[in-house]
């Protein structure tokens, strides 16, 4: 009785067959999508910044608490050299009162801030509170920055 050493149905060649086995891959490639959103997270904190108000100034700062705010209100920004911008448009001081009039929703009732930089003459300030408080409005408010203790 004689027995055979070689690997046992495959005809004595002793070789395993050592193709690629083509399977479907059911597993989630997720590194394109991470790379999708660490790029998206450096856009969004770069342009976050840039999305304030357009006019820049330097606030003074206060202790006063921040205000409510429900709507999004009309602001004047007055910069160092004494120029007037409505939003982000420089505008006339003898036309602020017409433009405001053909932007308020709500009449004489829309909250309109004023932004000063620190270096702006107070009487400059004071002539564009007084121009609009003349007008008819009431809600004005001055915006500051809050104080960082150190």
């Known amino acids: 009785m004689g027995m055979s050493v ?5 005809g004595g060649r002793g070789h395993r067959r050592r193709g690629r086995h083509h399977a479907l891959m059911s597993e989630i490639n997720v590194t394109p999508m991470v790379d999708v959103m660490l790029v998206l997270l450096i856009i969004f904190m ?22 409510n705010a429900d ?35 709500t009449g004489y009732e829309e909250r309109i801030f004023i932004r000063g930089d620190k270096t702006t ?19 004005i408010g001055l915006l500051t920055l809050p104080k960082q203790d150190q």
Not at 73 to 102: C, N
């Open 6 to 10: 070689g690997m046992g149905g495959r």
């Open 46 to 67: 770069v342009a976050a910044p840039m999305l304030t108000v357009g006019v820049p100034v330097d606030l003074p700062e206060t202790k006063a608490s921040a205000m």
């Open 71 to 105: 709507t999004q209100p009309i602001t004047i920004t007055i910069d160092g050299t004494g120029k007037i911008f409505l939003q982000e448009t420089e505008i006339p001081q003898e036309e602020l009162v017409a433009k405001l009039q053909a932007i308020s929703k």
């Open 121 to 139: 003459n107070y009487g400059a300030a004071m002539v564009v509170m007084g121009l609009i408080q003349n007008a008819g409005y009431k809600n």
